[in-house]
């Protein structure tokens, strides 16, 4: 009797340490991954400024009406690479930076989540002209800017070039949102969500 209850309090014991050390190793695998998860989505403030460098070069080149747009702006939003992806339910997400007076002064992500988007996946950049300095500093201001019923599209439709007639440019905020194939149409920002982040 007493060689049995030592053989269950053993074996009792090795089980014990067993659930331990595999709580051990589960712990050390979230936290390799969650580091390796950390590494992926921070970006420094370097590499970020060197994407909209390029993105804003990119359209003042292929669409050089939009410099007149940025030299009227109280400020730009530049976000060089949101990646949309959907498959019933869908989303975006990306990283810029707010420009005022040609330095950057802040850094924001944006993201967006919908139902019933088209299957597949795609890229694109855009930019907001914040086209008063009261527009600009309500953005700035707010904890977390939405994209509502106030922002103008600087085109209206499909082999249309950039529009900057006297409506769009009495419009508080403009978007342009392009890619490396040019101009995207049909897609919408209504609801994306911009949020500052400090890389």
């Known amino acids: 009797m007493n060689k049995l209850t030592s053989k269950l309090r053993l074996f009792a014991s090795l089980s014990a340490i067993m659930v331990v050390l595999n709580g051990c190793a589960a712990a050390v695998v979230d936290t390799e991954a969650l580091k390796e998860k ?63 007076e040609g330095e950057t002064v802040e850094y ?19 930019a907001l002209f914040f086209m008063s300095s009261k527009a600009l500093d309500d953005f700035r201001n707010s904890d977390g800017w ?14 249309e070039s950039i529009r900057l007639d006297t409506t769009t440019l009495t419009a508080p905020v403009i978007a342009v949102v392009f890619g490396q194939a040019g101009l995207k149409f049909g897609v919408s920002l209504e609801g994306a969500k911009y949020t500052r982040i400090l890389p």
């Open 146 to 159: 939405t994209v509502g019923g106030d922002i103008d599209y600087a085109f209206q439709g499909e082999g």
């Open 108 to 126: 924001y992500s944006v993201a967006s989540a919908g139902y019933g988007w088209q299957l597949g996946a795609q890229q694109y950049a855009h």
């Open 38 to 100: 950390a590494a992926f989505l921070k970006e420094d403030a370097t590499k970020i400024d060197a994407r909209v460098d390029a993105t804003l070069e990119q359209l003042y080149q292929t669409h050089p009406h939009t410099q007149d747009l940025g030299q009227r702006a109280a400020g730009i939003l530049i976000m060089p690479l949101i990646t949309e992806a959907s498959f019933g339910i869908g989303g975006s997400y990306g990283r810029g930076a707010l420009r005022a």
